[in-house]
């Protein structure tokens, strides 16, 4: 089991940090990638990457706080250069939170230079994306007429929750699909993952938020990734072992885990 997104650098952890790396690790989870949401979270991603085997890092400037702080590129491609750090973002698209025209530029301009990054050092993007109510697939719209410009680029769309079209849209581009808690409880995704092929589904749980059915409502925490790949297992009419082996393989050839 991998979870391939998760936010143990974040406050909601600063207390037991050590004591939930420890209960997941003990409970089959077999690599953790931290993502950063600005400089002091990727920053702390990398501390923990380079404090604990198997815990990864990503790093950069989630697009809801790109009016909040600066994307210092040369900070960023600094910390990128660490042997842990394995993938750029989360970055990305987000119109839920941000509605303002001039932050949404913002945002995009934030989003090239993570691309750019990423080409750079030859790592893969982890992509946030999420639409408002009345147009919730337009930010996966204009992410992907972005991505399509973009040459050599690699990564996971995270935390997916657009349509089927989209999906191949994505798959098109040689991205991966990522799929969290949430796919334990809500609706519409079984024909989504029914379609998918195994070889592009990455697992992942967002913790501290989006914890699955079970456990819904309470801090989500690492381990919680055995119900994303309990339910993909029971979509796809696989095996828990065939699914767990298969995801890992499918995170361990995206962001070159040494697991
Ligand atoms: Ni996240």
């Known amino acids: 089991m991998i979870d391939t997104h998760s936010h143990l650098n974040f406050n909601a952890f600063k207390k037991d940090c ?7 690790f003990s409970n089959g989870i ?37 009016g909040r702080e600066v994307f210092d590129f040369e900070i ?14 989360e970055t990305g698209l987000d119109y839920f939170h941000v509605s303002d025209p001039k932050l949404i530029v913002l945002q995009k301009e934030v989003f090239l230079s993570h691309i750019k990054l990423a080409r750079e050092l030859d790592l893969p993007l982890i992509l946030h994306c999420r639409g408002n109510k009345q147009e919730p697939y337009k930010p996966y719209y204009k992410m992907l007429e972005i991505l399509k ?3 050599e680029i690699k990564g996971v769309i995270h935390c997916f929750s657009a349509d089927l079209e989209i ?38 749980t967002d913790c501290p938020y989006l914890a699955p059915a079970l456990y819904r409502g309470e801090r989500c925490e690492s381990w919680h990734v055995k119900f994303v ?14 699914t767990e082996e298969q ?10 885990l040494k697991i």
């Open 18 to 24: 050590a004591q939930v790396i420890g209960r997941s």
């Open 76 to 89: 960023y491609k600094k910390m990128a250069g660490n042997k842990k750090a394995v993938a750029i973002g």
């Open 149 to 151: 410009k973009e040459k």
């Open 167 to 204: 999906a191949k849209n994505f798959l098109e581009l040689g991205f991966y699909i990522g799929f969290t808690g949430v796919i334990t409880f809500a609706k519409g995704f079984d024909e989504i993952i029914k379609e998918l092929p195994s070889d592009k589904i990455l697992t992942e």
């Open 30 to 66: 077999k690599a953790i990638i931290n993502v950063g949401s600005d400089l002091e979270t990727s920053k702390r991603a990398i501390e923990l990457a380079d404090e604990f085997e198997n815990l990864y890092a990503a790093i950069g400037l989630h697009p809801v706080d790109t």
């Open 229 to 242: 790949i309990e339910k993909i297992a029971q979509i796809k009419n696989l095996s828990f072992v065939e």
């Open 247 to 256: 995801t890992e393989k499918n995170a361990i050839n995206l962001f070159k």
